[in-house]
């Protein structure tokens, strides 16, 4: 126990001390979603159990496969700092477990399994008196599921097939949740949650608990101690799996690299390229990134093959590059200081290569992908093919612009721990990046989709112009920054601290040094964006003009006709005005030069 209570000191110190700057801007703003998202789910507990079951089965499923996007998971203590004192492994699984609970995730998750005891003091006493164990042994199987699913995805990274392993069923399983509404009409379930999901949700283990609830209502003893015993049983399992997966974690050494023919470049930028190329080959994070990436596509665009509509089926491809150039967009602080490199060499065109490489591991798949596909369906179209190049020139422009310009310092890939997710401290940071990448890269696509409902084929070459464009111009932007402020990127990638602004430079006020308030409001509104813009503004329109029977969440499709157009563009320009709020907000504004020296003398006066 005292080890648990050292933990849970040592972890509160690290928060308390590192709510700063922009990573207090996202713990923040995440916690705000997750306010919204616990209120939610409380209100549920008001309605039928059935939907309140599914809802919990997402927030288990959320601490599954949530850590996939945030780098690992939280892992402000980490079991190798603990590997010299010898500590049984049950016993630092148990410390870790016990350190796990302090943070915004554990309290949030918290607060929205009260909606169990919101259900049960709805039954009765009783039922209300077995929710207060039902939800606490219920946080607990959701910690230590997330626990165990890091540490094997972790060790799964340690082999080039249990990357590709992982990244498939990472894949397909966010891409289903994010179909889940084709799930349910495949089912003929167009209203409500079908029963056949509920049924599996009760016997997850995130419907448990509110088996033991009703149970407790009905007097059914037995069956409540079931459900509460089964969760007890289930904790004491992952407890003794994530401490052998620890041991392993500790003691695992990283598979050698073969031997292969050497790539002889006779040009800087081509001895970039090759450096990327063998980056991408051999890398297991990027390895696992891409196939992430594929499947994620292949899975979202045949999920309405359980519709018998394979329309979506050739988009598979240009939702691949999306996800691609998502997952790299922190291109350069994942590398660490392997920057020196390019800087120690005159002439290096670092950014071209970088693109060069980024095109030669994306483009051929996606291409392949989208032609193969589109032929099932009677042949690529005009639209298709335009957004195709666009998505392809803006990710590869957008990657290697993003990455310099909003460069979040990561852990050299020699130093990486335990756990190769976990590749920065910064874990909101990239998240909050990855999500901007993808709004960014699917915009630069809508003059191709504008270009070809107009112009019809000849839209292509507006596409393929358009790609072309990206990727000169971002590539160009990145390589001045590169150039110009080279040293200070290396050295923030070193040290993991931003340069300080040089006073009275005149220059602009960066991101990280703007007030939190406007931090979070631009966090937000680069969060929520999305949602009006794309869902709800782009693909309702399409399936409008498709003359789709789909209605589902989409919220002008439920509308009398003569509302249905206007609610679409409404929705389309709610979006952009919140995307272009979230720019303004967080634009660096220029410095006055006069302020700079009138701090410097105040100071030197002082």
């Given amino acids: ?45 008001f309605s039928e159990a059935d939907l ?37 492994s049950r016993r630092l699984a148990s410390g870790l477990l016990v350190a796990a609970f ?107 608990g509110l088996v033991a609830v009703e149970a407790a209502a009905s007097a059914d003893w037995l069956r409540a101690s079931a459900a509460l015993g089964g969760m007890a049983v289930l904790i004491a399992l992952l407890l003794t799996a994530w401490a052998a997966l ?13 031997g292969r023919r050497p790539i002889r470049a006779t040009t800087a930028s081509g001895a970039v390229l090759a450096k990327e190329l063998r980056t991408w080959s051999r890398d297991l994070v990027r390895t696992h990134q891409l196939t992430f990436a594929f499947a994620y596509g292949v899975a979202f665009a045949a999920a309405p093959l359980l519709m018998n509509w394979n329309g979506m089926l050739p988009w598979a491809g240009p939702i691949f590059v999306l996800m691609a150039a998502a997952m790299s967009a922190n291109l350069y602080g994942s590398d660490g200081t392997a920057l020196w490199l390019t800087l120690m060499t005159p002439g290096a065109s670092d950014v071209r290569g970088r693109q060069h490489a980024w095109l030669l591991a994306v483009a051929p798949l996606a291409v392949v992908l989208t032609l193969s596909l589109a032929a099932v369906t009677g042949g690529p179209g005009p639209t298709l093919l335009a957004i195709l190049l666009a998505l392809l020139g803006g990710g590869a422009g957008l990657v290697p612009l993003a990455s310099v310009y909003a460069l979040i310092p990561g852990t050299d890939p020699h130093r990486r721990g335990g756990n190769p997710l976990r590749s920065t401290e910064e874990d909101g940071a990239v998240t909050g990046m990855v999500y901007a990448v993808l709004a ?15 112009l019809g084929w000849a839209g292509v070459a507006v596409g393929a112009l358009t790609g072309v464009l990206c990727y000169w111009g971002f590539g160009l932007l990145a390589e001045r920054r590169l150039l110009a402020e080279g040293p200070e990127l290396l050295d ?18 960066r991101f990280e040094d703007l007030p939190r308030r406007q931090r979070i409001i631009a966090g937000i509104c680069f969060t929520t964006g999305a949602i009006p813009l794309f869902p709800q503004g782009f693909l309702a329109g399409y399936l409008k003009v498709s ?53 410097v003398t105040s100071t030197e006066a002082a």
Avoid: C
């Avoid at 990573?23 to 507990?45: C, H, K, S, Y």
């Avoid at 949530?66 to 010299?84: H, I, K, N, Q």
């Avoid at 960014?440 to 107009?454: M, N």
């Avoid at 720019?583 to 700079?596: E, F, M, Q, T």
């Fill in 246 to 258: 620890l041991t392993r974690r500790a003691g695992a050494t990283r598979a050698a690299t073969r």
């Fill in 492 to 509: 923030m990638m070193r040290t993991g601290r931003r340069p300080a602004a040089k006073p009275g430079a005149g220059g602009r006020t």
């Fill in 102 to 208: 302090v943070g915004v995730a554990p309290v949030i998750s918290l607060l929205a399994l009260t909606g169990l005891a919101v259900f049960g003091v709805r039954q009765g006493i009783v039922a209300a008196l077995v929710s207060i164990p039902a939800l606490l042994l219920q946080l607990v199987v959701f910690v230590l599921l997330s626990r165990v699913a890091v540490a094997l995805i972790g060790l799964a990274l340690r082999s080039r097939v249990g990357a590709i392993g992982a990244g498939l069923i990472n894949g397909l399983i966010l891409a289903a949740l994010g179909q889940i509404w084709v799930v349910f009409v495949a089912l003929g379930q167009t209203q409500g949650i079908p029963p056949v999901v509920t049924t599996v949700a009760r016997y997850l283990p995130s419907g448990w």
């Fill in 52 to 88: 309140l079951t599914a809802v919990y089965a997402v927030w288990m499923l959320g601490w599954i496969f949530g850590p996939v996007f945030a780098g690992g998971g939280d892992e402000t203590l980490r079991p190798e700092y603990f590997t010299l004192l010898g500590l049984p």
């Fill in 440 to 454: 960014l890269t699917a915009l630069t696509a809508v003059p191709a989709a504008i270009a070809t409902a107009l």
């Fill in 1 to 45: 126990m005292a080890v648990a209570l050292t933990m849970v000191q040592m972890k509160v110190a690290v928060l308390r001390h590192s709510m700063t700057g922009q990573r207090a801007g996202f713990i923040v703003m995440g916690a705000v979603v997750g306010l919204v998202l616990a209120a939610g789910t409380i209100f549920l507990a």
């Fill in 547 to 599: 003359e789709s029977p789909t209605r589902s969440w989409f919220l002008a499709l439920h509308l009398p006709p003569w509302l249905q157009w206007p609610t679409i563009v409404f929705m389309v320009i709610l979006g952009v005005a919140i995307y272009a709020t979230g720019v303004i907000v967080s634009y660096p504004r220029k410095k006055s030069p006069g302020v700079g020296r009138e701090t």
